[in-house]
C-alpha cells in the first residue's frame, strides 16, 4: 500500500489512511458496546438475557438494571460487537465503490447543476428527538475519533438548532412556535426538492406513522368535528401540496420487525407507506367538495382491494389508504367547500377515513346472511353477551333466524341472553366438507384457531379444505379488525391482524401440499 501520507478524513488512501479506517471500525463496535453496558438496560426474563438501551427510539426508565461482563462471552460482550463490525465488512461484495456521505441542510443542499433522483424518510413531527438520542453514542465516538475527524466531531454535542423536529422544550416550551418551526421547515425542504429533483423521476416518501384522533376540527360542521388523522400525517401532506405536489401512487412496504419489543402484544404499525409524487399540473382544474367526495367513492374501492391482494396489514390499512384517497384530493388545484373555502388537508383526511370506512362495510355482501348477522352483533355486542329478542330482531333484517345461527356453529343461545361463540370452544374436529351451515364467519375463526394452535402450518392445511373462500374469510378478518380498532378491542384486533399478517405464508404452504392432500373448492 502506497503512503501518500494524508489522513483519511483528507482523502488518504495509504497506512494513515488504512490505521483511521481500522480505528472508525472498533470505535463503532464500542459504541455498540455503550447501548447493552448502560444504567437502562433491562433482564429479559423469557430468554434470560439483557435488553440494550434502545429496543426503541427512546430511553425508558427502568428501576432494576443489568450490568454485563464487557470481556466475557455473554451476551452484549466486546468481542461479539467487534465480530459483529467484521461480519459487515465481510459482506461488502468485492469491488464495491465506495459512496460518498455528507452531512446537509436539506432546504439548501444543491451547489451544481446536476439533477439528483430523491428519497426521504422525513421526520416524524415531535415523536422522535434524534439528535437528543443520538448523544448518547456521539459523546463516545467524540472521545475515539475526535483526531480522525475533527470537523465532525467539533461540537461537545450533536447540533440541534436546525433540526427538523416540534419539540416544544426548544422553544421554552411554546408548542405553536414548535409547530410553526416544523411546518415552515418542511414546506421549504418540499420546495427546494420540486425544484432541484430530476424531472424524469418520481419523488417518494417514506413514512410510518400511524393515525391517532387527534380532536375538534374547529369548522363547526358536525360531520367535520372529530376526526381520525395524525398531527404527523396531516403536516407531512400538507408540506407537500403547499409545494405544488401531487401524490400519484402508494407502495405498502413491510418494514417493520414483528418481533421489536414495541410490537410484542400491540396492533403496531408493520409497514411504512411509499408516497410517490409528482409535480401537479400547472392547469390543474378545481373541484367542489362533492366532486371530490364522489371521486373517492368510484377510485377508492378498487384501490382498497389492491391493498388487501398485497396482503397489507389491517392496523396499517387506513394508513396506506390515505395514498390513493390524497392522489385523487392532490389532482385538483383547490377543493372548494360549499362556504367557497379551500378544503383543509385534515377535513380531506377524515373523509378518506369515512369512505374507507364505508367501502368496507359494503364489502359485506359478498359474506352469507349468517355472516352479516354476525358482523352486526359483534359490532354492537363484541363477545359479550345481548338480549334474545334483539339477536331475533336482527336475524330477519339479516334474512336469517336465530336457531339457524345456532345451528351453524355461531352463537350460543340461553336464557334469553345471546353471545357469539369464542375462538376458544370451536371444534377443534371442525371439517368444513362435512359442514351442513358453512359460513365465512366459522372459516375466519377456525382459521385463527388453526393459526394460534398449530401455526402457519395447521392453517395452511385448513386453507386447503376451504379453498376460495379463504380469500373472503381474510376480508372478513379486514372487517372485524376495523369494528375492534374503532371499539379498542385491542386484543381481539391482534387475532384478526394476525391472520392477514401470516396470510401470504399460509398460502404458499396450502399451494405447496401434495396434489393428493389438495381439496375441490367449497361454495356457500
Known amino acids: 500500500m502506497p503512503e501518500d501520507g494524508k489522513a483519511l478524513n483528507d482523502g488518504g488512501t495509504g497506512a494513515l489512511a ?20 448502560s444504567s437502562i438496560c433491562s433482564w429479559i426474563h423469557s430468554i434470560e438475557g439483557v435488553r440494550d438501551t ?31 463490525v467484521a461480519d459487515a465488512l465481510a459482506a461488502v461484495p468485492p469491488g ?28 416524524y413531527y415531535d415523536n422522535i428527538a434524534y439528535a437528543d438520542l443520538a448523544d448518547f453514542f456521539y ?67 417514506y413514512y410510518a406513522f400511524k393515525q391517532a384522533e387527534s380532536g375538534e376540527d374547529g369548522d363547526g ?21 403547499k409545494s405544488h405536489f401531487a401524490i400519484t401512487s402508494t407502495w405498502p412496504m413491510r418494514s417493520e420487525r414483528a418481533n421489536r419489543p414495541v410490537a410484542r402484544g400491540t396492533n403496531a404499525l408493520a409497514s411504512s407507506i411509499v408516497l410517490v409524487c409528482r409535480p401537479r399540473a400547472a392547469d390543474a382544474p378545481l373541484a367542489t367538495r362533492r366532486e371530490f367526495i364522489n371521486a373517492l367513492k368510484a377510485e377508492l374501492p378498487g384501490a382498497l382491494k389492491n391493498l388487501q391482494r398485497g396482503n397489507i396489514a389491517p392496523v396499517d390499512l387506513a394508513q396506506a389508504a390515505i395514498g390513493p ?23 380531506a383526511l377524515a373523509l378518506i377515513n369515512q369512505t374507507l370506512d364505508e367501502i368496507l362495510a359494503e364489502q359485506e355482501d359478498e359474506f352469507d346472511a349468517d355472516t352479516r348477522w354476525a358482523v352486526a352483533w359483534f359490532d354492537q355486542y363484541g363477545t359479550n353477551e345481548g338480549p334474545y329478542g334483539v339477536a331475533e330482531t336482527l336475524s330477519k333484517a339479516k334474512n336469517t333466524a336465530v336457531n339457524g345461527l345456532a345451528e351453524a356453529g355461531i352463537l350460543s343461545a340461553k336464557a334469553g341472553k345471546v353471545r357469539l361463540i369464542g375462538r376458544g370452544e370451536l371444534d377443534g374436529d371442525w371439517d368444513p366438507t362435512t359442514d351442513r351451515r358453512l359460513t365465512v364467519w366459522e372459516i375466519t375463526h377456525q382459521l385463527i384457531r388453526a393459526l394460534e394452535k398449530d ?16 380469500e373472503t374469510a381474510r376480508d372478513l378478518a379486514y372487517r372485524l379488525y376495523g369494528v375492534c380498532e374503532r371499539k379498542k378491542w385491542s386484543q381481539e384486533a391482534l387475532a384478526y391482524n394476525s391472520l392477514v399478517i401470516a396470510w401470504p405464508e399460509i398460502t404458499r404452504l396450502a399451494r405447496s401440499a401434495p396434489p393428493q392432500e389438495k381439496q375441490s373448492e367449497l361454495q356457500l
Not at 55 to 63: D, E, N, S, Y
Not at 97 to 119: C, N, V
Not at 331 to 345: H, L, N, P, T
Not at 457 to 465: E, F, Q, V
Open 455 to 470: 401455526g402457519e402450518a395447521g392453517a395452511a392445511a385448513l386453507l386447503r379444505k376451504v379453498g376460495a373462500l379463504g
Open 325 to 347: 384517497g390524497m392522489a385523487v384530493f392532490s389532482r385538483y388545484s383547490k377543493v372548494i367547500e360549499a362556504d367557497g373555502s379551500a378544503m383543509r388537508v385534515r377535513t
Open 54 to 84: 434502545f429496543p426503541r427510539q427512546a430511553i425508558p426508565m427502568v428501576w432494576d438494571f443489568v450490568e454485563i461482563n464487557p470481556l466475557s462471552s455473554s451476551v452484549g460482550n466486546y468481542r461479539n460487537h467487534l465480530q459483529w
Open 96 to 123: 464495491f465503490r465506495s459512496g460518498t456521505a455528507r452531512q446537509l441542510d436539506a432546504t439548501a443542499f444543491l451547489g451544481t447543476s446536476a439533477k439528483p433522483i430523491i428519497f426521504t424518510d422525513p421526520p
Open 139 to 205: 459523546v463516545w465516538l467524540r472521545r475515539s475519533l475526535t483526531k480522525v475527524y475533527p470537523d465532525l466531531f467539533s461540537t461537545l454535542l450533536t447540533p440541534k438548532v436546525q433540526e427538523l423536529v416540534a419539540t416544544p422544550y426548544r422553544f421554552g416550551g411554546d408548542q405553536e412556535q414548535a409547530e410553526r418551526f416544523f411546518e415552515e421547515g418542511l414546506r421549504r425542504v418540499f420546495e427546494h426538492v420540486r425544484e432541484a429533483q430530476c424531472s424524469q423521476y418520481p419523488f417518494t416518501v
Open 221 to 241: 360542521d358536525d360531520s367535520r368535528s372529530v376526526v381520525q388523522v395524525s398531527t404527523g400525517w396531516e403536516t407531512m401532506l400538507e408540506g407537500l401540496l
Open 18 to 37: 488504512y490505521a483511521d479506517a481500522v480505528s472508525t471500525y472498533v470505535a463503532f463496535a464500542l459504541s455498540k458496546l455503550a447501548d447493552w453496558s
